[in-house]
């Protein structure tokens, strides 16, 4: 049971460092991307290749999933940056899609949809289990905390304050001598990072990565949580990806509790709440549990 | 080998012509309400699975049980659309892409509680394929390929003749012209949700016809879907029926250079090429 709970934890570190990143991209910055799933299977695929093919060190492996996300999340930013909102929704979850299309087929590299197995842990062989549930807790927490800081601290410079005026009046903002599209991009892949070094983070947790692991409900269980917690809002990001994942593992105990489900019933029953909860949260609390400390534009007001 | 070619062009074809019927439903959504509806996957999985119900579970034959499957998708997507999606748009087309995302898990669920994953074929008499010239055509895909041309003649007719389908035309042009003009642009909301979600029921079983279906049927198509419309030009219904034919014909001619795995990734790659040299798209609007 311990074990277990803290292996929610660390799931819950992980959705933490999505929604920071996503909190970047949309909360800030006012872009939309469905295509999180894509950028952590990114970080997760680069850092388990690295280090299991080339036997690169863990930290080294994760660094540079990290970056690899931001150079591919600079590129879909620039590819992108004229489009209008409805078209970038379309092409980002295209991307992912995408992703996992080259995961399941380049089999040479990345064994298709079996699947790469035995992605090396940190210390996994110097400490038992429960030890090294108990490590990554720390570690993935110790990283919750930097890149907390990290954009935080990047939310309330100049920066941060640039990106806010081109979510809320582009044109203004370019009027008053910011180049909107240099900030876009950057912000774009300041968040892609962080969605790759969870991916990475992902990867050597639990050893083993597929395509399979990366599908679409991934990017709206991290909608999620942002939205619950609060878009534009860094405290709200953690809290909402607690909430989240605290949401998903009750309905895997709720759900048994029905009598006479089959496997497939149950499995279909807990999505069907996600996607409901979804839906409800939207409509009943945009601004989420705790919201930017105004109005939100993103979601109060769209062109 | 010009024999393979022109085997992959006509089946191309034929993909592209039944590819147009969902892509069509989109894109008319597009045109009036002005977001991008997720929910077309889900509402081409239910169509299928109504069609399946129809033709498997009543005995029906393939034109009465595609009847119903535009029925039942059409009146599940006035449904949901009432009930769920129309408040979200005056939260601005991101939040209501987002929902009908949401949307289109949950529905897709409902599915796959009430017939499991597996996968499910129609009902089809077995005949053999049409050879000439070297090309192979199955009886069944002519007859697709006639359904889906009579569908969109159909769509064609109402779009043009109509009184309701000219007020639709109106208020894609100018909703607040339309709106002056006495246009009730709740009763235009509801239509083009019953049609465009009942097109794409309609294309869904269509596309299950050839293969089999599953709770995913509409999910797998969706990339192609948009595709489509927004090759074509996202808003323009014969712009969705030149892109449906695009991306039909481009997926098959891929094969020729790469895995079939990848067919999915050719209607990304489109949207990309077209967003970048030409972002309204073919026939349609602008993109930015």
């Given at each position: 049971m311990e074990n277990y709970l803290i292996a929610m934890a660390v799931s819950a570190g992980l959705y933490a460092l999505m929604a920071l990143g996503l909190n970047v991209i949309?909360?800030?910055?006012g872009q939309v991307n469905l295509g999180l799933v894509g950028f952590f299977a990114v970080g997760a695929y680069v850092s388990a290749l690295l280090t299991l093919k080339l036997g690169a060190p863990i930290a080294a492996g994760v660094v540079a999933g990290a970056l690899a996300a931001a150079a591919v999340g600079a590129v879909v930013s620039l590819v992108t940056a004229r489009l209008r909102g409805d078209y970038l929704a379309i092409v980002t979850l295209g991307f992912a899609e995408t992703i996992r299309i080259v995961a399941s087929n380049e089999i040479w590299l990345t064994n298709g949809t079996d699947g790469l197995s035995g992605i090396p842990g940190p210390f996994r062989a110097a400490l038992t289990p429960e030890q090294f549930n108990l490590f990554y807790l720390c570690l993935v927490a110790a990283l919750v905390i930097v890149v907390f800081a990290l954009i935080d601290r990047l939310a309330h410079a100049p920066f941060g304050r640039v990106l806010r005026a081109i979510r809320d009046d582009e044109q203004a903002t370019a009027v008053a001598g910011k180049y909107p599209l240099a900030f876009k991009v950057k912000a774009f892949a300041f968040g892609s990072a962080a969605l790759g070094l969870s991916g990475a983070l992902y990867a050597h947790y639990t050893s083993y990565i597929a395509p399979d692991l990366f599908l679409p409900l991934l990017t709206l269980y991290i909608k999620l949580a942002l939205l619950a917690g609060g878009v534009g809002n860094n405290r709200g990001a953690v809290l909402g990806a607690v909430v989240v994942v605290t949401f998903l593992e009750s309905t895997r105990f709720l759900v048994p509790l029905i009598p006479g489900l089959s496997h497939v019933q149950g499995a279909a029953l807990r999505e069907f709440i996600i996607s409901a909860a979804l839906i409800v949260t939207l409509r009943?609390?945009?601004?989420?549990?705790?919201?930017?400390?105004r109005m939100h534009p993103v979601l109060e007001k769209e062109k | 080998m010009v024999t393979e070619i022109l085997q992959l062009l006509l089946n191309g074809a034929m993909a592209g012509t039944i590819l147009a019927v969902p892509a069509i439903g989109l894109t008319v959504i597009f045109a009036v309400l002005r977001f991008a509806n997720f929910a077309v996957a889900s509402h081409a999985t239910i169509g299928a699975f109504a069609g399946y119900v129809a033709n498997v579970s009543f005995g029906l034959p393939v034109l009465p049980a595609i009847v119903v499957a535009f029925l039942v998708a059409g009146l599940v997507g006035l449904a949901t659309d009432e009930l769920i999606l129309k408040p979200f748009r005056a939260a601005g087309f991101i939040t209501t892409a987002i929902g009908s995302i949401a949307l289109t898990i949950g529905l897709e669920n409902v599915v796959r509680f009430a017939f499991g994953n597996d996968l499910r074929g129609y009902d089809l008499p077995l005949m053999r394929d049409w050879r000439f010239a070297g090309l192979r055509v199955g009886p069944q895909q002519v007859e697709n390929l006639a359904i889906a041309l009579a569908a969109m003649a159909a769509i064609f007719a109402f779009l043009a003749f109509t009184r309701a389908g000219k007020a639709m035309r109106a208020v894609a042009d100018n909703p607040t012209l339309a709106g002056i003009k006495g246009i009730n642009d709740k009763t235009i909301a509801r239509t083009v949700s019953f049609v465009g979600m009942g097109l794409a029921g309609l294309g869904g079983m269509l596309l299950g016809l050839d293969t089999t279906i599953d709770p995913l049927t509409g999910f797998r198509a969706i990339l192609s879907i948009f595709a489509a419309a927004v090759v074509g030009g996202l808003g323009s219904v014969p712009g969705a029926v030149v892109g449906a034919l695009v991306i039909g014909i481009g997926e098959e001619m891929s094969l020729v250079i790469l895995s079939p795995n990848y067919r999915s990734a050719v209607g990304f790659l489109a949207i990309l090429a077209v967003l970048t040299i030409r972002p309204r798209g073919i026939l349609g609007q602008r993109a930015y």
């Open positions: 949309w909360g800030m910055a009943l609390r945009p601004q989420g549990l705790l919201p930017e400390a | -």
